[in-house]
């Protein structure tokens, strides 16, 4: 029987989120939450209408979500040296919370990665400023906290990508793997797959893909309606 994996790149899924569902609100866990299942239950609605099962569902091994765990260390703003709790932010209590909202959503799991600060750069000015700078329309003096935004780096979420959907190939979990990501860092692991047979789908969240990608996936379908069509369009034709 055809079964279907989901992969979700958290971190490009959050950022496209604001484009694709503008009336979602992305600071609300539980909301993002049922996004992702909506996402999820729209793939497998399409490749149903291929498979012709008693149901959608009847599709499904598993989803899967990646992101990372929130920073939770303390640390001081660049200019006022005033004291931060990371893990008391509006960022890490949203991820915090959707992490938990997921791992109780079935057939869902959630890989996370570290957040990361090199000690060295601990903060950047935040781009709209540093071309300020440039154009010499702002001096350095004026610099305030809200000018600069903390270096956080994710690891291991990529790998951890890479590393499930060779386990789901090799051990022949699913025959279809749809991955929602942005970019072609997952090329080796869909080339891996689809010389195993197994069928690769890429959700680009309707981000426009590199034309030299389409050689290393099976099709390519959004799973949310077009960004700009009205609420009700809900056909997706990619």
């Known amino acids: 029987m055809t079964k279907v994996a989901v992969l979700i790149d958290g971190g490009f899924f959050l950022k496209r989120l604001r484009t694709v569902r503008p009336n979602t609100d992305t600071g609300d866990a539980q909301a993002v939450a049922r996004d992702i299942s909506r996402l999820v239950s729209a793939h497998l609605t399409h490749i149903n209408k291929i498979e012709r099962l008693p149901h959608p569902r009847a599709l499904i091994y598993r989803s899967f979500f990646y992101d990372a765990r929130p920073y939770l260390d303390k640390g001081h703003f660049p200019i006022s040296g005033r004291s931060i709790d990371y893990k008391k932010t509006d960022r890490a209590r949203f991820h915090l919370e959707l992490h938990d909202c997921l791992r109780k959503t079935a057939n869902m799991a959630v890989r996370l990665g570290e ?23 702002r001096a350095f003096d004026d610099l305030t906290d809200d000018d600069f935004r903390p270096t956080f780096r994710q690891k291991a979420v990529d790998m951890r990508i890479g590393l499930d959907i060779a386990s789901i190939t090799l051990k022949r979990q699913a025959s279809i793997i749809v991955l929602v990501a942005g970019d072609s860092d997952f090329v080796p692991a869909a080339k891996l797959a689809r010389r195993e047979g197994v069928r690769f789908i890429l959700d680009p969240l ?33």
């Open 115 to 137: 957040v990361r600060r090199d000690p060295e750069s601990l903060w950047e000015l935040r781009p709209r400023v540093l071309s300020s700078l440039l154009k010499r329309q």
């Open 206 to 238: 309707w981000r426009k893909v590199e034309a030299g990608l389409f050689e290393h996936i099976d099709g390519l379908f959004s799973g949310f309606p077009r960004p700009g069509l009205a609420p009700a369009a809900e056909a997706n034709t990619p």
